[in-house]
């Protein structure tokens, strides 16, 4: 839950990954095995920063996202040596929804790995994204300033990406 110097309070959701068409995922397919959530965590985001009046002309609203991602979410900045980690599995044991392909798993997670790490190459003179990898829920937020202007209220576009696998455990 944020809140603003008014004492004004707006809650954003933080769903598990099961709901991928609330953090619409990419690279992913929305699971027919959930019911759906009608918003997304992008749209959330954007309401709470207007409703809280921290959208301003001043910047707050940037400030404040990044306190939501290394404060609430512990993430942390994602480096070019950070490759090795985003190729490992965070195998979940969800046995509502439907177990993946460690095939596709691995493809999944070595296209978000090409799609975050082109932004992060030193030879760019203006970096439009930033990535923050939240590792204890498995996901990577990447904010895209492309569009943003100085001295005026900006919307928030996030991309997410799931790093998690779904697996059964087999019991006997």
Known sequence: MLTNSD????????????????????????????KPINTTFEKELNICLNALKLNDTVGTAEKVVNEIF????????????????FQTIL???KNSLPQEDSDSCYKRLKRNWDIISQDLYPNKTILYKHSYWDKGNAR?????????KRKQKNYFKVNAFRQDYNWHMLTL
């Open 140 to 148: 990577v937020y990447q904010l895209d300033f492309k569009n943003f």
């Open 70 to 85: 290394y404060s609430l979410l512990h993430c942390q900045d994602i480096s070019l040596s950070d490759s090795s980690n």
């Open 7 to 34: 004492l004004h309070s707006y809650a954003i959701p933080l769903f598990s990954n099961t709901y991928r068409d609330y953090w619409n995922f990419r690279l992913d397919s929305i699971s027919k095995d959930t």
């Open 91 to 93: 195998v979940k044991f």
